[in-house]
């Protein structure tokens, strides 16, 4: 029997998603899509999950498209209908996750696999891992997100560069660009982003996920109508059961003990 492309872990508090290809480099399938999307629904519907954790089987995070799962010859393969069907979903399902979502990347991240992580709130990765804007290699644009992420996370010159020249990114220059959130050594990876996501999954969720609306939102506001919106999102916040536990705990010096809902 075939494993699963896709593993799930549901841990106190968070599910950790695995890539599961590791002889592919977890590279994707239509299937494997399909089945990834189903992780992340489910993790939005659990309530007990506050958090999310995406990491990639054996020695690599994602490379990407599976080629030999397109047609191949002279068939005429929409691409755009690939990216429309399955790509587009899933980073937009990354992004709207009503918590944070971690992603450890454990080797290389290529062509969309790349921009997959990128699409995540924050990116850990191991020193040994690499990035690369593939597309360029084989006559292709970068997709997933990649064309609006990279001028944003890197600046304009070096998201050119990245895209045009297809060149590896090792993990601790993508650290000092912007492009991650952080390098750590190989064998503390999961362990650290594991904290990570057990540590969110005791924060104030409902509250968290207002500060990814604003952030998101901050792309395409002007400063009055950013404004406008951290007054609304700060009202919404503030009726939360975990704003008044917070308060209450700091007042008591003692550790809050948030439930992560919206309303009591």
Not at 45 to 71: I, M, V
Not at 218 to 240: C, V
Request: charged share 25%; net charge negative.
């Amino acid at each position: 029997m075939d494993e699963p492309s896709i593993l799930v872990d549901k841990r106190g508090g968070y599910h950790a998603v695995t890539l599961n290809r590791p002889q592919r480099l977890n590279s994707f399938t239509e299937s494997m899509h399909r089945a990834l999307m189903a992780a992340l629904n489910d993790a939005e519907t659990d309530p007990k999950c506050r958090a999310l954790l995406l990491t990639g089987a054996g020695r690599g995070f994602c490379a990407g498209q599976d080629l030999s799962d397109l047609p191949s010859g002279d068939v005429d393969v929409d691409l755009g209908a690939t990216v429309e069907a399955f790509y587009n979903p899933l980073v937009h399902k990354l992004r709207a996750l009503p918590f944070p979502v971690v992603a450890a990347v454990n080797g290389i991240a290529a062509g969309a696999g790349a921009n997959i992580a990128l699409a995540c709130d924050i990116v850990l990765a191991a020193r040994s891992a690499k990035f690369v804007q593939s597309f360029a290699k084989i006559g292709l644009v970068p997709d997933s997100g990649g064309t609006w992420l990279l001028p944003r996370l890197v600046g304009a010159a070096r998201a050119r560069a990245l895209s045009l020249l297809a060149e590896p990114l090792s993990a601790e220059q993508a650290a000092d660009w912007g492009l991650i959130w952080k390098a750590v050594d190989d064998d503390k990876l999961l362990a650290d982003a594991g904290k990570m996501c057990a540590d969110f999954a005791d924060g104030p969720t409902f509250g968290l996920a207002q500060i990814k609306r604003a952030l998101d939102a901050a792309e395409t506001n002007d400063f009055a109508a950013q404004l406008d919106l951290e007054r609304d999102l700060q009202r919404i916040a503030g009726r939360s059961p975990d704003y008044k536990e917070g308060v209450q705990a700091f007042i008591a010096k003692r550790a809050p003990l948030f439930t992560g809902r919206k309303e009591d």
